[in-house]
Structures are given as structure tokens and as C-alpha cells.
């Protein structure tokens, strides 16, 4: 099976990309088929056994559109950027032409200055032909895909409206004595077939130019990639290629350079700006053993590292990986839109010809044949112009793109759209406390004995040996103490996590256990520490109660503004811990959360969460995303800290690339927005329909005598791609604040 992105070009609208979609899918071989308007970007999952991508290419170029392998693709060429001013200057010159021809039959004093229409015919004509021949291909493939696969789309309503137009008046122009003997109008209306297609275009050129603005963001973070590495080769300092880079390589970071790849500080010492990842402003101290990520920036000292990760398993390339891919995705909200567009079309197409049948009958036996039927052809040619979808098809992608970019800015970086429509939707949040909530780095505060066969010093030895190999902070916190105290630790011959409750080890012929205290334990020393705050871990040796550590993990500073902030926002906070519930009520207290899950083992944080779902909580779960991923994964939108440089978080639908819980907040403002913007986006690409339409069909004639100009059918189409693509990049340039 493989995958691949292309790029698409030609698509006009929404309803192109289930066209080609779906054309994708009914191809022997593909598999799956994923078609992007906003992005214009078709994911294709293929067998190479059953398909060739050329044949691919050759069966969507049937349908008249062209697809293209991303790294090939290329600028819209010279000559069609041309054609397109061309049309655009006829058009806005026909235009103003028009609006004058308005006023002077409005305005009797001005009748002396009327166009001397008739005259102008000819001409018209000749520039309509032209706009037709030079930019009138997409529009008139659409007819004949109507016609042949029953595919209706924009193009195809713009097709119509712009040949029946043309069409008619070319009639009336060359054979005025048919249109006579037929009792038909002698009006022409090239002057609708430029102005219609003239604006298409330039509606066309400007969304994709603020498409581009809204999708800088993926040009920003490649931007970050460093291009020449300085590696140590044969003792030899060498500038090579980044591409020319290895696993292994040794290689020397100057001051104010951009780290080229993933990789360990071996020498040196120095600060480094992570806000391009992070969007954290705050420069990093880092040192010999430090993990430092490609696409940063070494602000002072110089350093020498060894690559770890290279290409696309660097840290900058999964994040711009992710944020392609959720740029790509659809959010559940767009299944409606998808929905009606797919049956927009044809309805309107409907309600075209009823309008031009219901006005050549009505209209001509009240209004007399010739302003009737003139009337009906206006209506005919304005329904399909102002009914084109592309507004439609831009409301959701847009907002979704203009959303993950902004996220990426922030250090937020978002799974898929469907991940921010969660967020966006839910009421309590849980919160983890080791990590989250506190620093995650706890510090050994007390050491207490209880067996008179080992000292203080004994059972630092015990335990930071036993801790050795665990990964867990408290672990991690009692080896670094007992070194610290100058103790030299043994190697354990076996070693056990027990998950959530501690670890065993064989030290010496010892069994070791440290662990959770256990709940008949009510020692007035162990629930005293518990009471301030601390985590006490109880060491066993050979199955005896030897002594008990207390260790203290601060709250982070932030902690309680955010959770005050959470519920100002109406959301219910929620603290959920492995730990006791003395240390947890402490903590809880201090943060300012009143609801404490604790005791809880790891493989029931997921069942808490699901128990708050079945009270019907939209939740939100937040937590390292290691021995948290099954809650992350049971919540409505999971939420991981990244600790360190890992950050492709499965289980996780968001992830914060900074441990501030303010990123939580800005995270959650995100989702709201992007959702809100989806929906204003909606509003006004259902509104100019929802009024033009009927406007357009004549109907508040009979009430208000008013019928619209096919002309200004097409001004109101561009205006709802406009407004939702405005909206859309007002989203891009609003400031998160936290
Ligand atoms: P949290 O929910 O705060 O992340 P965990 O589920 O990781 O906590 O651990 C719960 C409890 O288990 C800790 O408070 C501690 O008492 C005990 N524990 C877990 N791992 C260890 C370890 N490596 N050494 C000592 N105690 C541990
Ligand atoms: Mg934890």
C-alpha cells in the first residue's frame, strides 16, 4: 500500500472535490481517498501492484482537472495569469459601462447620456467570445460533465448561466427576425457573460491568495529547518548538506545558529531559544546530556552534539507532519455542509428552470410577453449565479486551516479538526497532578526510620539502588538524593515496576520494595508529611516496614490562575492522582480545586472518565500521555504535556508542547474560536443564499418590484466567498490570550 499527496488543480469549488473524490475511490486500486479544497490537496492510499500513479493522474485529467505530485507543483503559469487580468480589466470595464446604463434610465434629466447599447453590441460580443475562448474551458467542461456523468457543479451552474446568455444574445444579434417572429425580448446580455466570469476569476485569484495567507503557517515551521550542518568528521570540521547528515554524527552548533537535527549536547553549555516550537519566549538553559531539537536556536554559547534523530523522524518534522495532516482532516461539523452541497446543486439547478417556466407563463400573461419573458430569462441566469457553493466549501477547511496554523504558533499542536470540535465542546476537565498540576520534579524533603536494624544512610542506599532503573520523578528524585549524600549505589540483580504502586528490586540478596504506603497505614509520622503536601513512598526490606521517604513536588506557579481561569469559563476542574488523598487534598487545595480523584491506579483513570461521560460531562483530560494514554484516550478530548522533546502523543488529540498550563487555556480559546469561526462562516455562506435566491428567482417581484440583476447575482456570490475567507483570516491574525 502506499500514500501520497498530490496537489489539485482547476477545483472552482467544495463540490469539485467530491467529484474528484469520488472518482478517486472508484478507481481498481485506491483505496482510500481524501480530496481537501481549501488545501487543494488529494491523500491517496494505493495499491503500486493494482495502480500506477500516472494512471491516476491520467483519470482525474478526464474529469478536467489536473493532479499533480507535490514536490513538481508548480506556479500558476505567466500566459494564465494574463488571460486572467485581461478578463478582469474587460469586466470591470463592462461593469462600469452597466452601472451607467442603470443610472441614465433611472434618472430622466440623464436620458441624453444613455449607452448607445445597440452600437455596443458588436463589441460586446467580441469581448464576450474572447473572455469565452480565453478562460471559459472549466466552466464549459462542467456543462459537459453535467451532461455526460450527471456531475453538476459550480462550474456547471456558472457554464449555464454565462452560454445561455451567451447564446441568446448572439441569437438576437445575428437572426433579430426569428426573436421577432417568436415574440421574444430583443435584449442582449453579454454584458452578463463577462461580468459573471470576469468576477469568478478574481473571486478565484483572491481566495487563493488568502488561502495562502491562511496556510503560512506549514511554510513558517519548514522555514525553521536549518539547511548545512557543521559536522566532525575524521577530526575535520566540515559544512555538508542537512540532508548529508547521520545518525551519529558529531556536529558543532555556533552561536546564534539554527540546530540542524534532533540530537544530545556532548560539550558545552549554552541557552537556547525554543519559542519556534514551544511558543514559549523564554530561553532554555541546556547542558552536556540536554536534548536539543532541530529548527531552535543557539542563542550564546557554542556546543558540540551527537545527531540522534535525522529527516523525518526529527521532532520539526513530525510536527509539520501533524499539522499537514490536521489541515487536511474534515471536522465532524463539515459532514452537513458536505451533505447539502451535494444536494445543493441539483436543487438549484431545479429551481432555475421553474423560475424561467413559471416567468415565460405568469409573468408574460401579466406583464405582457416581452418584459416577461425578459424576466425570465434574468431569473434563469440569476439563480445559478448566486446559488454557486464555493462559500459553502470554504466555511469549514478554511477555519480548520487558519486554526491548526495558529495552534502550531502557540506550541499547540492538534491531532485533527475533529480534536478541536471536541475541545471546543466540552464542560470538566480532569486534571493529572504529578507533572501537570505540580513541576513533576519532585525533591526529597524527609527520611524516617522505623527499623532499628537501618539507618538513614541504609535506606538511601536501599532505595535509590532499588530506583536505579525507574523512570518515574519520585524514583528518578531519591537516586539523584542519595548521590547527592555522596552514597554509592549497587547495581540490582532484578528489577520490577509495578505500575502506579511502585517498584521491587533484588539489591544484594534484599528484597526491596518501595511503594505506596498501604491504607492501614496510619502512622502519625506518614499521614503528618501527608498533610503538607508531600508524597511519602515506604520502603520494605525483606517484607519489614524499613523507613519512609517524603518527597515534594511543588505546585507549578501558574497552577491556580489557570484553574480559576478554567472556571470562569464555566468549566468543572477536576484533579486526579496515583497519590494519596491527604497529598492530594493538600495540592488540590492550594490550586483551588475542590474535587479530588485519589488513590486512583493507572487503568482506572480511564474508568473515571468514562464514569463522568455516562453523567453526561463532555470531558477534557489532561496528563503526561505516558502512563496516562487510556484516560487521554477514553476522554472527549485528550490533552497531553509534553515532557522534554517527545511529541507525537498517540492518545492524545492535543498536545501541548510546553509544560506552562496557560498553553491549556490558549488551547481551549482555540478550539472555541476556530468552532466559532466555522459557524459565522456558515451564517454567511447560507445567508446570500438563502435571501438571493428567491431574489434572484423574482419572487418578491409580485410584493416589492424588484428582480435581481444577474450582474449583481455574481457581485453577491464573490461577496459570500469573501466574507468567509475574511472571517477565516481574521482568525489567523487574532492573538490567542491565556
Ligand atoms: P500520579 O497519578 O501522580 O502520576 P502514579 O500513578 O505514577 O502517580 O503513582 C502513584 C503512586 O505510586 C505514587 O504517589 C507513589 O506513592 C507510588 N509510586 C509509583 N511509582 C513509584 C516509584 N518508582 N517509587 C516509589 N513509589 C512509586
Ligand atoms: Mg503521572
Not at 173 to 194: E, G, Q
Not at 285 to 309: H, P, Q, R, W
Not at 482 to 503: M, R
Request: net charge neutral; proline share 3%.
Amino acid at each position: 500500500m502506499n500514500k501520497k499527496i498530490f496537489a489539485i488543480k482547476n477545483m472552482r469549488c467544495a463540490s469539485c472535490a467530491s467529484i474528484i473524490q469520488n472518482s478517486l475511490r472508484n478507481i481498481n486500486g485506491v483505496k482510500q481517498a481524501s480530496v481537501n479544497f481549501a488545501t487543494e490537496k488529494a491523500v491517496i492510499e494505493y495499491d503500486e501492484n493494482l495502480i500506477k500513479d500516472i494512471d491516476i493522474i491520467t483519470s482525474i485529467e478526464k474529469i478536467g482537472y489536473i493532479l499533480k505530485e507535490e514536490a513538481e507543483q508548480e506556479q500558476s503559469s505567466k500566459f494564465e495569469n494574463i488571460k486572467n487580468q485581461f478578463t478582469f480589466i474587460i469586466a470591470v470595464l463592462v461593469f462600469v459601462i452597466m452601472i451607467w446604463d442603470i443610472i441614465t434610465r433611472l434618472i430622466k434629466e440623464l436620458h441624453m447620456f444613455m449607452v448607445p447599447m445597440d452600437a455596443l453590441n458588436i463589441i460586446l460580443f467580441i469581448l464576450s467570445s474572447l473572455v469565452l475562448i480565453l478562460v471559459g474551458k472549466p466552466f464549459m467542461l462542467g456543462i459537459l460533465r453535467f451532461i455526460k456523468n450527471k456531475n453538476a457543479n459550480m462550474d456547471t451552474l456558472i457554464g449555464i448561466s454565462t452560454l445561455t446568455a451567451y447564446l441568446y444574445s448572439s441569437a438576437v444579434l445575428f437572426f433579430p427576425h426569428i426573436i421577432n417572429n417568436l415574440n421574444l425580448p430583443k435584449d442582449t446580455y453579454f454584458d452578463v457573460t463577462i461580468v459573471i466570469i470576469g468576477f469568478v476569476i478574481l473571486g478565484k485569484d483572491l481566495e487563493t491568495k488568502l488561502k495562502n495567507k491562511t496556510g503560512e503557517a506549514i511554510k513558517k515551521l519548514i522555514g525553521l529547518q536549518a539547511k548545512k550542518a557543521i559536522v566532525l568528521r575524521n577530526n575535520e570540521e566540515i559544512e555538508i548538506d542537512l540532508s548529508e547528515v547521520i545518525i551519529g554524527d558529531i556536529i558543532i552548533v555556533k552561536p546564534g545558529a539554527k540546530i540542524p537535527v534532533d540530537g544530545k549536547i556532548i560539550e558545552g553549555k549554552t541557552s537556547i531559544d525554543e519559542s519556534m516550537i514551544t511558543g514559549e519566549s523564554m530561553p532554555v538553559d541546556k547542558t552536556v546530556n540536554d536534548l536539543v531539537s532541530s529548527g531552535t536556536i543557539n542563542k550564546y554559547g557554542g556546543f558540540k552534539m551527537e545527531a540522534i534523530k535525522i529527516g523525518k523522524d526529527t521532532m520539526l518534522a513530525q510536527i509539520i507532519q501533524m499539522v499537514e495532516d490536521a489541515q487536511n482532516s474534515k471536522a465532524p461539523i463539515q459532514a452537513l455542509t458536505d451533505k447539502i452541497s451535494a444536494v445543493f446543486v441539483p436543487v438549484v439547478i431545479v429551481i432555475s428552470f421553474l423560475s424561467i417556466i413559471l416567468w415565460s407563463v405568469f409573468g408574460s400573461a401579466v406583464l405582457g410577453p416581452s418584459i416577461g419573458l425578459s424576466y425570465a430569462i434574468m431569473a434563469f441566469i440569476g439563480v445559478l449565479v448566486i446559488a454557486c457553493p464555493c462559500a459553502l466549501g470554504l466555511a469549514t477547511p478554511t477555519a480548520i486551516i487558519a486554526g491548526v496554523g495558529k495552534g502550531a504558533e502557540y506550541g499547540i499542536l492538534v491531532k485533527d479538526a475533529e480534536a478541536l470540535q471536541k475541545l471546543s465542546e466540552i464542560d470538566t476537565i480532569v486534571l493529572d497532578k504529578t507533572g501537570t498540576l505540580t513541576k513533576g520534579k519532585p525533591e526529597v524533603t524527609d527520611i524516617i526510620t522505623i527499623s532499628n536494624f537501618f539507618n538513614e544512610e541504609d535506606i538511601l542506599k536501599f532505595a535509590g539502588s532499588a530506583e536505579k532503573m525507574s523512570e518515574h520523578p519520585l524514583g528518578e528524585a531519591i537516586v539523584k538524593y542519595a548521590l547527592q549524600k555522596n552514597i554509592t549505589l549497587i547495581e540490582p540483580s532484578d528489577f520490577k515496576i509495578i505500575e502506579g504502586v511502585g517498584v521491587w528490586a533484588l539489591v544484594k540478596n534484599y528484597n526491596i520494595d518501595i511503594h505506596k504506603p498501604n491504607k492501614e497505614n496510619n502512622d502519625d509520622r506518614l499521614t503528618a508529611l501527608q498533610r503538607q503536601g508531600k508524597t511519602v513512598v515506604q520502603l520494605k526490606i525483606n517484607n519489614e516496614i524499613a523507613g519512609l521517604i517524603a518527597l515534594s513536588d511543588i505546585l507549578k506557579t501558574e497552577a491556580k490562575e489557570v484553574v480559576q481561569k478554567l472556571k470562569q469559563k464555566g468549566i468543572k476542574v477536576i484533579m486526579i492522582t496515583g497519590d494519596n488523598e491527604l497529598t492530594a487534598n493538600f495540592i488540590a487545595n492550594q490550586a483551588g480545586i475542590s474535587e479530588v480523584y485519589a488513590d486512583v491506579l493507572p487503568h482506572e483513570k480511564a474508568k473515571k472518565i468514562k464514569y463522568l461521560q455516562e453523567t453526561g460531562r463532555k470531558v477534557a483530560m489532561v496528563g503526561d500521555g505516558i502512563n496516562d494514554a487510556p484516560a487521554l484516550a477514553q476522554s472527549d478530548a485528550g490533552i497531553a504535556m509534553a515532557t522534554g522533546t517527545d511529541v507525537a502523543m498517540e492518545s492524545a488529540g492535543i498536545t501541548l508542547l510546553h509544560g506552562n498550563l496557560i498553553k491549556l487555556i490558549q488551547a481551549i480559546v482555540l478550539a472555541r474560536v476556530t468552532i466559532r469561526t466555522i459557524k459565522q462562516n456558515l451564517f454567511w455562506a447560507f445567508i446570500y443564499n438563502i435571501v438571493g435566491i428567491p431574489l434572484a428567482a423574482g419572487l418578491f417581484y409580485p410584493f416589492f418590484g424588484v428582480i435581481l440583476n444577474p450582474i449583481f447575482a455574481g457581485v453577491a456570490m464573490i461577496g459570500s466567498s469573501l466574507s468567509v475567507m475574511f472571517n477565516s483570516l481574521w482568525l489567523k491574525n487574532k492573538k490567542l490570550i491565556g
